[in-house]
């Protein structure tokens, strides 16, 4: 495994985000703290995290605010992720994140994989809230393994799809492309590292 990368806490650039790092707590598919995570933090690439800064200062102009849900993840996470799928018993996320696949075809569908580009440093998971502090409406859940987390799918409403290329449109203009399978995953187009997974704690 390659030295540890230089990464840089979201709050330290754009202090305004919200940090929701799923991950760190229960509140996930796994139903536990995930292995790597031991705080409340987005860590990036310093590309990254700027490229996410600029997105953020346009979307307040919308009145909106970023809420991040992971960004770096550590190889052991990935790790954790793959031997969870393999726990069949352990069913007990399944009405909340997979209640149309069976859990053991998450990784034959692509949900889940050995290796994720979140581990590159460049990648982010997240949605758009108000000021209030009330959510977006965009179809369906963050990890939410089902066709409908599409960022495309024709049947969800009106009002999400535009919420899903809003954000799409807003982070493709400061650089990160959506993985077409899940609305709120972007990665950084030109991200600094491309082949290094690192695995350093989420801290």
Known sequence: MAAEPALVDIKGVAPVV????????????????????????????????????????????????LVIYDCFRPQRAVDHFLRWTRDEADTKTRAQYYPGIPKSELVPLGYIAEQSGHSRGSTVDLSLQTEAGDLLDMGSPWDFFDPLSNTENPSIPAQAKANRLLLRAVMAQHGFANYPAEWWHFTLVDEPNTDEYWDQPVR
């Open 18 to 65: 919200k940090v929701d790092a799923r991950y760190a707590g229960s509140d996930n598919f796994v139903g536990a703290v995930v292995d790597g995570y031991h705080s409340n933090k987005c860590l990036l690439t310093e590309q990254a995290a700027a490229a996410l800064a600029a997105a953020q200062q346009e979307f307040a102009d919308f009145g909106l605010q």
